[in-house]
């Protein structure tokens, strides 16, 4: 009973350990794939302009985030503008001040969707990466678990 508890135990080692190594590659591969479309899509929002004249490009993770949050703030003063016009009554959809307001508060919301995308995808990677770890983690302690029990049972 005991050398089949022992064996059992090892061979979820082995599978926790192989679906951990699986888990990180899947978030590396992934992480690549995310860091690759981003410099095919050349984003450059929120980086400083000596960063993008040396061909800096927004695609890591943080970057992705620092320039979802300014085109929140961005979007979020349109929109306060916007529906000040709205509430007070003003908008002229024959005023080209007042269109190309609206046009931009359209723009920005599909920027900060477009951007968010990306964002949710590394982090969902990241959670693959620390998943994996874990797993693997847990791996060890179930071989050195299943060693133990061999040892008892030698002894």
Not at 1 to 28: D, E, H, K, N
Not at 61 to 79: F, N, P, S
Not at 116 to 129: E, S
């Amino acid at each position: 009973m005991a050398r089949t508890s022992s064996w059992m135990v090892m061979l979820m080692a082995v599978v926790a350990i192989g679906m951990g190594i699986y888990f990180i590659v899947q978030g590396v591969t992934q992480t690549d794939v995310i860091e690759s479309e981003m410099r095919i899509d050349q984003v450059t929002i929120g980086l400083d302009p000596a960063a993008v004249a040396n061909g800096e490009l927004v695609d890591s993770a943080g970057e992705t985030q620092a320039a979802l949050d300014y085109m929140k703030e961005i979007r979020r003063v349109l929109q306060y503008n916007y529906m000040v016009l709205l509430g007070g009554g003003d908008f002229d959809p024959t005023n080209p001040a007042h269109l190309g307001l609206a046009q931009g508060l359209g723009e920005a919301v599909d920027t900060e969707n477009f951007l968010a995308v990306p964002v949710l995808a590394f982090g969902f990677t990241q959670m693959f990466l620390y998943l994996g770890g874990f797993m693997i983690a847990v791996g060890i302690a179930l071989g050195a678990i299943s060693t133990a029990l061999c040892k008892r049972k030698e002894a």
